[in-house]
C-alpha cells in the first residue's frame, strides 16, 4: 500500500528545476549544499552577507571533505558550487519552482518573509517552510496560494539526516505535497507525510525529551554525566550535545512554541538552564559556546 501511495504521488508531482531557500544559517547552508549536490540548482537568500558567507563556508566545507576522502574530484566540486547561488536580493525568484524558508524560527518574521516571497514568485510556485514546530495552518495565514504551501523539515546536519517530514496543511493541494515529496527524494532523502500540528511528529517526540532533560539538571544532575549516559543507553550523541548542534536559541524558541501548542503536557514551572544560556547568548556550535566550547 505504501508503495502504490509513493507511485501515486509521483504522478501528481511537478518538476523541480530550480529551488531557492531563505535564511542562509546552519539549516539553509546545509539545504543548499543537499540540493546542489544531488544535482538541483539553488539561489541561497540572507539578509546579511555574513549569513551568506556562513553558509557558503559550510557547504565548501563538506564539499572538501568529499574530494579529500576521494569521494568526489574537483570538477564535481566546482559544478556543485556553481549551483548554489548566493544573494541578498529576489531578483531571480521568477524562475523558482520551490522555496524553502529557514530564517529564525518565530513566527512574525516567518509570517513577513513568506508573505513577502510569495509575492516573487510565480502563481505555480511553491512556497514550503523548515520551520522545527511552527504549526503549518498557522504560518499560511500570511498567505494568498495556501494551497502551494506545506512544511518541509529536514533535520541537522542536514547531509546526514535521511528523514524529512513533508507536514500538510488544512488547505494544501496534493499536486503541492507530490511535488515536495519528489524533490526531498531528488535530494537523496527520505520523506514522510504528516499531518500537522505544532512539532509534527519528531519534535513532539524530541521536545519532551528535552523537557526531561531540564528537569533533570533542575534537580542538579551534571550535564556531562547525563550525555555519556545517554551516549552509553545507544543515542549517537547526549541532549546537552544535541542542544548545542540544534542552536540554544532555535531550541528555547521552539521549546515556547511547544509549550502554546500543548500547554498541559509541555509548559515548565521554572526557568531551566538552557532558558539562562540563551540570556547569556550561549548559543550552541553556532557561536561556539553552549553547554560545550568549540573551536
Ligand atoms: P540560524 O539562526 O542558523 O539561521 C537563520 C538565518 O536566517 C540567518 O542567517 C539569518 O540572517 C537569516 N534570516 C533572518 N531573517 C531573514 C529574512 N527575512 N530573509 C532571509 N534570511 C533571513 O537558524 P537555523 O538553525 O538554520 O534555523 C532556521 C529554521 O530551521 C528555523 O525555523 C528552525 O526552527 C528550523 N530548523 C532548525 C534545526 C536546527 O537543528 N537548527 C533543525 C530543523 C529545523
Redesign the pocket.
Known amino acids: 500500500a505504501l508503495k502504490k501511495t509513493a507511485k501515486a504521488y509521483e504522478k501528481k508531482a511537478k518538476p523541480v528545476k530550480q529551488a531557492a531557500v531563505?535564511?542562509?544559517?546552519?539549516?539553509?547552508g546545509g539545504i543548499a549544499y543537499q540540493s546542489a549536490y544531488k544535482g538541483t540548482p539553488i539561489i541561497m537568500?540572507?539578509?546579511?552577507q555574513a549569513?551568506i558567507d556562513?553558509?557558503l563556508n559550510e557547504a565548501k566545507k563538506l564539499l572538501v571533505k568529499r574530494v579529500e576522502r576521494k569521494k568526489m574530484d574537483a570538477a564535481k566540486m566546482g559544478d556543485t558550487l556553481n549551483r548554489i547561488v548566493p544573494t541578498l536580493s529576489y531578483g531571480d525568484f521568477k524562475e523558482v519552482d520551490v522555496i524553502v524558508e529557514?530564517?529564525?524560527?518565530n513566527v512574525k518574521?516567518?509570517h513577513?518573509?513568506l508573505a513577502e516571497a510569495e509575492k516573487q514568485i510565480r502563481d505555480d510556485a511553491i512556497l514550503t517552510?523548515?520551520?522545527?514546530?511552527i504549526s503549518i495552518n498557522t504560518l499560511s495565514e500570511a498567505l494568498d496560494r495556501p494551497e502551494k504551501f506545506c512544511g518541509m523539515?529536514?533535520?541537522?546536519p542536514v547531509h546526514m539526516m535521511p528523514l524529512v517530514e513533508v507536514i500538510r496543511g488544512e488547505k494544501t493541494s496534493e499536486e503541492t505535497i507530490a511535488t515536495v515529496v519528489s524533490y526531498a527524494k531528488a535530494m537523496g532523502k527520505t520523506p514522510v507525510v504528516v499531518n500537522d500540528c505544532p512539532g509534527f511528529l519528531v519534535n513532539r517526540v524530541l521536545f519532551p525529551y528535552f523537557g526531561g532533560f531540564a528537569g533533570l539538571l533542575r534537580d542538579g544532575a551534571d550535564f556531562q554525566q547525563v550525555d555519556k549516559v545517554m551516549e552509553r543507553f545507544g543515542w549517537p550523541m547526549g541532549p546537552a550535545y544535541l542542544m548545542d548542534?540544534?542552536?540554544i536559541?532555535?531550541g528555547v524558541?521552539?521549546e515556547g512554541v511547544m509549550a502554546d501548542g500543548f500547554p498541559d503536557r509541555m509548559k515548565r514551572d521554572f526557568k531551566s538552564a538552557v532558558d539562562v544560556m540563551f540570556e547569556n547568548n550561549r548559543l550552541g556550535q553556532?557561536n561556539n559556546l553552549g553547554f560545550y566550547k568549540y573551536e
Do not use: P, Y
Open positions: 531563505l535564511g542562509a544559517g546552519i539549516m539553509g537568500k540572507d539578509i546579511n549569513g556562513l553558509g529557514a530564517v529564525v524560527e518574521v516567518k513577513a518573509v517552510s523548515n520551520t522545527s514546530t523539515h529536514f533535520f541537522n548542534v540544534v542552536g536559541d532555535t524558541h521552539a553556532k
